[in-house]
């Protein structure tokens, strides 16, 4: 018994977003570009039929998971593991400050080393983990052959589905950064051993094609 479809959605746009700041696990809220994404996006999603509602506990992801709940009657649970991946000291901090105060670590992070976020944060690797443990077990305890739908993070969305699909590490960094408001579909073959993927990064304004 599982989910048949697992959306993960990222949140939308928050005023650190729009200047490169570090969020990592600092609460901060949706702006109102951002709140707008959700409600469009949660029109999409909405039509989807989702059975069950998890989200980060983080307010950004909750919000934006709200807006799908006002629309479908859903409660949203959250779940700590949905989380951004924690960048510690960086926290709040722009790429161009960190780059200045971590030459080093900033090198190894934009050469796709799996390195944590300060000597204090977590790794991709760490990360992916987590996510991946949360995804399954939400699928696993939702209606035989629903849709959940959970909101998570732009960088522990990416890595979590990764590793979800079974794709190597050295692969993670092929993929593209997920937009504000833009999800993951995952669907369960049908001999049910496997995730694959079937959209990303699909957007209110442009939903993709289904991977075939």
């Keep these: 018994m599982t989910a048949q479809r697992i959306i993960l959605w990222r949140h939308g746009r928050t005023a650190w977003n729009l ?4 969020q990592g696990q600092a609460d901060i809220e949706l702006d109102e570009v951002g709140r707008g994404q959700a409600a469009r996006a949660a029109r999409v999603l909405a039509a989807l039929e989702p059975a069950v509602l998890w989200s980060s506990d983080l307010s950004r992801a909750r919000e934006t998971a709200g807006a ?3 629309l479908t009657g859903l409660e949203v649970t959250t779940d700590k593991r949905l989380r951004e991946i924690h960048v510690g000291s960086w926290e709040g901090l ?3 400050e960190v780059d200045r105060l971590d030459p080093e670590l900033s090198r190894r992070l934009r ?10 944060g977590e790794s991709p690797s760490e990360v992916a983990l ?3 443990e949360a995804l399954t077990e939400l699928a696993e305890a939702a209606p035989d052959g629903s849709t959940v739908v959970a909101a998570s993070h732009g960088l522990a969305g990416r890595v979590g589905i990764a590793e979800l699909v079974g794709l190597p590490a050295e ?5 593209g950064g997920l ?3 833009g999800w993951v ?3 369960r073959h049908r001999s049910g051993r496997y995730w694959r993927i079937e959209r990303y990064n699909a957007t209110a304004d442009e939903p993709g094609e289904l991977i075939s």
């Excluded at 692969?171 to 993929?175: D, P, S, T």
């Design 68 to 70: 799908l709940a006002s």
């Design 19 to 22: 200047i490169n700041r570090f």
């Design 94 to 96: 722009t790429g161009d």
């Design 171 to 175: 692969h993670w960094r092929l993929f």
């Design 179 to 181: 937009s504000n408001c």
């Design 130 to 132: 987590r996510v991946a």
């Design 185 to 187: 579909s995952l669907d």
């Design 111 to 120: 050469a796709g080393e799996d390195v944590r976020r300060s000597a204090t």
